[in-house]
């Protein structure tokens, strides 16, 4: 666990009003590490979601941080925070979406299974609904991969075994 993170930006319309998710993910299990919502995609939600995450780590030597080439991840405040604790920034080729499949795929599961379909009241309650679903998806959503256990009970089982 923590040796490769993804990350990226998505984008939700509720009722005209739009709505970021931030989050990053583990490659080791597709855990949530952290993420931010936010109504605007500003860099202080990024550099929240990223300060987030890095608490979860005691030594983020060695770490290395994923993304695209989104404006958020060449901004000077984002590379600083990832390169003082220690992690390296790692960055998909100019207009390659594969280089970050994992996290397409993350958002295009979570898009399937959370938002299609679905009729959100107002953000607030999207928000709070999409809280819920992370959650879900971290602490019970099973997955083959991970020898039908949930991101967090793969992770907690590896860690209890070295």
């Not at 397409?104 to 379909?117: A, I, P, R, T, Y």
């Amino acid at each position: 666990p923590h040796q490769k993170w993804a990350t990226d930006v998505t984008e939700f319309n509720i009722r005209g009003e739009k709505v970021y998710l931030s989050p990053v993910l583990d490659l080791y299990n597709q855990e949530v590490v952290a993420y931010e919502v936010s109504r605007t995609p500003r860099l202080l939600m990024v550099v929240t979601m990223l300060d987030k995450a890095l608490r979860r780590v005691e030594d983020a030597q060695g770490l290395v941080l994923h993304s695209d080439q989104g404006w958020q991840y060449q901004m000077a405040d984002y590379r600083h925070r990832v390169t003082a604790r220690g992690a390296e920034i790692s960055m998909s080729r100019k207009g390659n979406c594969l280089d970050n499949a994992v996290m397409e795929n993350f958002f295009g599961v979570l898009k399937s299974e959370f938002f299609h379909g679905q009729r959100f009241s107002d953000v607030t309650t999207f928000i709070e609904e999409l809280e819920s679903y992370l959650h879900y998806y971290n602490h019970e959503r099973i997955k083959v991969k991970l020898k039908g256990l949930s991101p967090v009970e793969y992770r907690t089982q590896a860690l209890n075994t070295d």
